[in-house]
């Protein structure tokens, strides 16, 4: 399987499973800055047999501190989680949104790092379906409990790389916030604007193609060159609270490059005011 395929799957081949009755379990998974609460939408309207998944309540743990504004949920949290969303242990989970790609990324970054194998992200999210004519379906759906074991309990250590604030330093590090923010011109969430130090501006917006599709290789490695970034050093993502750098780290996943992240990203570096912050579009 090419490493796109690992990590996206197409409405097209969405269809055709559901279509086939194959094992699968769909995770609706909206969530955006400004509305971080998608369950009124998801009952509006979902792809059948869809399950609404919180990424505020169900892919985050607010109990810890000192983590950011998202900090990682618990293995044995995010176990019992996945039981009660309907996950088996032998089925595909097909996980989708309809902002960004932020709250599909950040599901697949969470299930993967917890150890569980078959997750991929609809390309293009719930419009690409809406677009090519498939139907929804409303209201809530309640799927039979599922059996799977979550086999990393710290996600923090788990099956994808991380970084801590004081690994930062030892990667190709982007930032995956938009320009603005980057520059520290603007900072609407956290309490000090700008960058962590020798950070580059990747936004995450812009591994993305107008349709809301993951740009395909040729575009990602054009924008890594244009950004003197190289395939020789490793590299980590980070972006306000660990979210949107999900979208960044599944796109390079996407071409087979494997980038770690920094989970409590910005929130948590400016925390810290002993820290040093740039500012300015280098």
């Known amino acids: 399987m090419e490493a796109r395929d690992r ?109 569980l194998p078959n997750v991929r992200i609809l390309d293009g999210g719930l419009s690409a379906w809406r677009s090519a004519g498939h139907r929804l379906e409303t209201g809530l759906v309640e799927p039979q409990p599922g059996n799977v074991t979550v086999p990393h309990d710290d996600l923090y250590a788990g099956g994808r790389p991380t970084l801590t604030a004081e690994q930062s330093g030892a990667v190709t590090l982007l930032d995956a916030r938009a320009p603005e923010r980057f520059r520290g011109a603007v900072e609407p969430l956290d309490p000090v604007a700008g960058h962590i130090p020798g950070a580059i501006n990747l936004p995450s917006t812009a591994v993305l193609a107008a349709d809301g599709t993951f740009v395909g290789d040729f575009a990602l490695a054009q924008l890594l060159s244009d950004r003197g970034i190289s395939d020789d050093r490793p590299v980590g993502a980070y972006c306000g609270s660990g979210v949107t750098a999900s979208v960044v780290i599944a796109a390079l996943a996407a071409t087979g490059r494997e980038a770690a992240l920094f989970p409590g990203s910005w929130s948590e570096w400016c925390s810290d005011p002993s820290r040093p912050v740039s500012r300015g579009s280098e």
Request: proline residues 6%; glycine residues 10%; aromatic residues 8%.
């Open 7 to 115: 990590v996206l799957i197409t409405v097209t081949e969405l269809a055709d499973i559901l279509a086939a009755g194959d094992p699968l379990t769909v995770l609706d998974v909206r969530w955006r800055l400004d509305e971080p609460d998608g369950r009124p939408a998801y009952l509006e309207g979902h792809i059948p047999g869809a399950v609404y998944v919180s990424l505020e309540d169900e892919l985050s743990d607010h109990t810890v501190a000192g983590r950011g504004r998202h900090p990682l949920p618990s293995g044995r949290d995010l176990d019992a989680a996945a039981r009660r969303w309907g996950i088996r242990a032998d089925s595909t989970v097909v996980v989708y949104d309809d902002w960004n790609r932020a709250g599909s990324a950040r599901a697949w970054w969470v299930l993967t790092a917890a150890g």
